[in-house]
């Protein structure tokens, strides 16, 4: 799964890289949130300068390098026309942009790989190539509030307003809110082609129709990005991979959190290394859709 492995061409490939949903709730969240209250747990975040990067920078990259000499048989997944779709995990401002609510956690991360950048890419290179895109979204509804249990990061998210709106059928401030996409990602999803997915509510697709729209669509290949790296991201490989697709993750377009528990990026990295049917680059990934288009 080294990047510059590619069994589609012989040359190396060299990287130039309770409560309601009320506006005012989730304010207050990100400004606790941005304060301090998740942004002190987070390695390093104080330091941070908040923006995208036009590529994983060098210090990342030889931080996450891939193994010199792999002990795992490497695989990958060539990318098959009418085949083969992008899907994109969580394209939101609450886990991407700096105003998002998470950015205290996952801001370090999301810069260092490139990840905006990078995602907006690979959207510009499916849009280019007619390859079929489709989003898997999160959002949150007061109903959903209203659980009896939650996980760690289900808790954590609730409790800061993360992708927090009114009700499913209610878009009342959607736009610019948190649940809402990245405006530079607006073209391409809002475009009438892309194929926008119920939401997931926990990590995986085993809840929303990402499965069915695909199998419609005669889709058995999937390339992978999206947010976050160690959860959402890696829960819908592995629901896809038990469901019979190939999967090839795009490793610099997601990102992870960085809090004492542990670099969720990390741990991502070395679960797709260790599943997945490909681990590419963002570079080799805009590349092998080109020449597949």
């Known amino acids: 799964m080294n990047h510059d492995h590619d069994h589609d061409h012989d040359h190396d490939h060299n990287r130039s890289c309770t409560c309601d949903a009320t506006p005012e709730r989730v304010d207050m969240a990100r400004r606790r949130l941005m304060a301090g209250a998740a942004g002190a747990a987070a390695t390093g975040a104080a330091a941070l300068t908040p923006g995208s990067a036009a590529a994983a920078t060098e210090e990342a990259e030889a ?98 307003g993360m992708f927090d709106r009114p009700g499913p059928l209610n878009l009342d401030e959607f736009q610019g809110s948190g649940a809402d996409w990245m405006p530079q990602y607006k073209r391409y999803i809002e475009d009438g082609e892309t194929v926008i997915c119920s939401p997931h509510k926990v990590y995986g697709p085993a809840q929303n129709d990402l499965n069915l729209q695909l199998r419609k669509r005669g889709i058995d290949k999937v390339i992978l990005a999206g947010m976050s790296a160690n959860l959402c991201t890696q829960a819908h490989l592995y629901e896809l991979l038990e469901l019979g697709y190939e999967v090839a993750v795009v490793r610099d377009a997601t990102a992870g959190a960085k809090v004492p528990e542990g670099d969720g990026y990390l741990a991502a990295i070395i679960n797709f290394r260790m599943v997945a049917n490909g681990v590419w680059w963002t570079d080799d990934a805009v590349d092998r859709i080109a020449r597949r288009a």
């Not at 792999?70 to 992008?86: F, H, K, N, S, Y």
């Not at 401002?93 to 790989?113: A, C, M, N, P, R």
């Open 63 to 160: 931080f996450y390098a891939d193994p010199v000499e792999p002990g795992l048989p490497q695989v990958d997944m060539a990318i098959e026309r009418g085949r083969t779709a992008l899907v994109v995990t969580d394209p939101q401002i609450d886990f991407l942009s700096e105003d998002g609510v998470t950015w205290g956690v996952v801001g370090e991360s999301v810069t260092e790989q490139g990840t905006v950048d990078n995602i907006g890419r690979l959207f510009a290179a499916a849009k280019a190539a007619g390859m079929p895109v489709f989003i898997s979204p999160h959002y949150y509804y007061p109903h959903d509030h209203k659980w009896q249990f939650e996980g760690t990061l289900e808790k954590t998210m609730h409790s800061i």
